[in-house]
């Protein structure tokens, strides 16, 4: 379902496209803690001090931004608590508690701090596990949250979701594996993880590609995803109204509306009535966008629920 929205904004492309490949400085505007975020990062580092926090969490984003100058890192992502805000965050917990051997796997992890949030929650540590291109943010997100590998042992796989050798797609499952889940901490691939998959969450992930490479991992997470009733797959990422090509972007990238996206996983990756799918819109405030007179974000938060 669509909330009304006002026509989105489209900047000049060769003044996006300008702004997009330049390091824009990092600003401490863009630092704003909700309570329970800053709850959960005095308990997670043990910094109680809340300049001292702001202090620790700025120095880590600075190395972050020499990873790579990811926007997100510039407005401070990485300490939102994203995950607990979607209504499936409570099926993730549910699972976890209630189904024996369950399975949660974080695709885009960057530092980690979701699967973070879900282990502080109750979801059980040795059956999360989780992925991201870049193994720096997984590194960086031990010295943000002040542990080690030893004291936080979620297992982490770098690797590209697009790398058959990384993730050989199956199609949906049918019916449950009749072997034992493998042992997260000896993986080095995600294919055996094909078919086992109690939750799956990928936030700010879809919209870094195109439409074809979206439904590429669409059909990549619903071979990873167990048959069983409530098992999900949920997140969100940049959507608009209208689904559509963002023509500011080089290469191009897709953004889908809840109903392209609702049809792409009931009736092209998934056969009908095997999933059901909940989509919204939700309109973000993005403060680096403040420069840009009338701009919107738009956020597509989703579900994918097996039936």
């Not at 026509?7 to 630092?31: G, H, M, S």
């Not at 020499?66 to 401070?76: E, Q, S, W």
Request: aromatic share 12%.
């Amino acid at each position: 379902m669509t909330e009304a929205l006002a026509a989105p904004v489209i900047l000049d492309a060769r003044a996006a496209e300008t702004a997009r490949r330049a390091k824009l400085p990092l600003e401490e505007r863009f630092y704003e803690l909700e309570e329970d975020e800053l709850e959960f990062f005095k308990q997670e580092t043990k910094i109680q001090d809340a300049d001292e926090l702001t202090k620790h969490i700025r120095a880590v984003q600075a190395e972050a931004y020499l990873v790579h100058p990811y926007p997100c890192i510039r407005r401070f992502s990485f300490t939102k608590l994203k995950i607990s805000r979607y209504p499936a965050y409570q099926d993730l917990l549910r699972l976890g508690r209630e189904r024996k051997g369950s399975l949660f796997l974080d695709v885009g992890c960057c530092f980690g701090n979701d699967v973070r949030k879900a282990v502080h929650d109750g979801f059980p540590m040795d059956q999360a596990i989780a992925s991201d291109l870049r193994p720096e943010y997984w590194d960086l997100g031990h010295k943000l949250f002040r542990t080690t590998p030893e004291e936080f042992p979620v297992p982490f796989l770098p690797g590209d979701i697009f790398d058959p050798n990384f993730l050989q797609i199956a199609p949906p499952a049918t019916s449950a594996p009749t072997t034992s889940n493998p042992s997260l901490k000896d993986l080095r691939s995600l294919t055996p993880l094909n078919g086992r998959l109690s939750a799956l969450h990928s936030s700010a992930f879809f919209h870094l590609f195109d439409e074809a490479q979206q439904f590429a991992v669409a059909k990549a997470f619903a071979g990873l995803l167990s048959p069983e009733p409530g098992s999900v797959i949920f997140g969100s990422h940049r959507g608009e109204a209208v689904p559509g090509v963002r023509s500011m972007d080089e290469p191009q990238k897709f953004n889908h509306s809840p109903e392209s996206w609702t049809e792409l996983w009931e009736k092209q990756i998934f056969e009908e009535g095997q999933v059901k799918v909940w989509a919204i819109l939700r309109e973000v405030a993005r403060p680096d966008l403040d420069h840009v007179p009338g701009a919107k974000f738009y956020l597509l938060v989703w579900s994918v629920t097996r039936l």
